[in-house]
């Protein structure tokens, strides 16, 4: 199974950039559709991106599409979210998540994934 770690995650400015890494140190990634989600205080987990297993598809959610890049590198069991622009209404905790697939389909829904990870803490400054 997959043991997923985010790193990257800190207190930044508004405008800034920061990019967050996703590392399994279990199972490799290479056969499992990974994606980001980020949750508030209070709210529930949205999903921001996606990526199929061999990184050639991917989906950003509206509210980030153009400012976030999720991308992978299976050689090295990693995923990134490279995150531009980042602006106050960005600060989340961001949540790796990956499920196994034999599919290209990019699912959205939370309950489509089964391993995630303890999540990083995002702040931006205005």
């Known amino acids: 199974q997959l043991q997923l770690v985010e790193s990257g995650g800190g207190l930044v400015q508004a405008g800034d950039s920061l990019r967050l890494s996703c590392a399994s140190s279990g199972r490799s990634i290479s056969l499992y559709t990974m994606g980001w989600f980020r949750q508030g205080p209070g709210k529930e987990r949205e999903f921001v991106a996606g990526?199929?297993?061999?990184?050639?598809?991917?989906y950003q959610s509206d509210l980030v599409k153009g400012r976030f890049t999720i991308s992978r590198d299976n050689t090295k069991n990693t995923v990134y979210l490279q995150m531009d622009g980042l602006q106050p209404e960005d600060t989340f905790v961001y949540y790796c998540?990956?499920?196994?697939?034999?599919?290209?389909?990019?699912?959205?829904?939370?309950?489509?994934?089964?391993?995630w990870g303890q999540g990083t803490q995002v702040t931006v400054s205005s």
């Open positions: 998540a990956g499920y196994y697939s034999e599919s290209g389909t990019i699912f959205r829904r939370l309950s489509e994934y089964n391993y």
């Open positions: 990526i199929n297993r061999s990184g050639v598809k991917s």
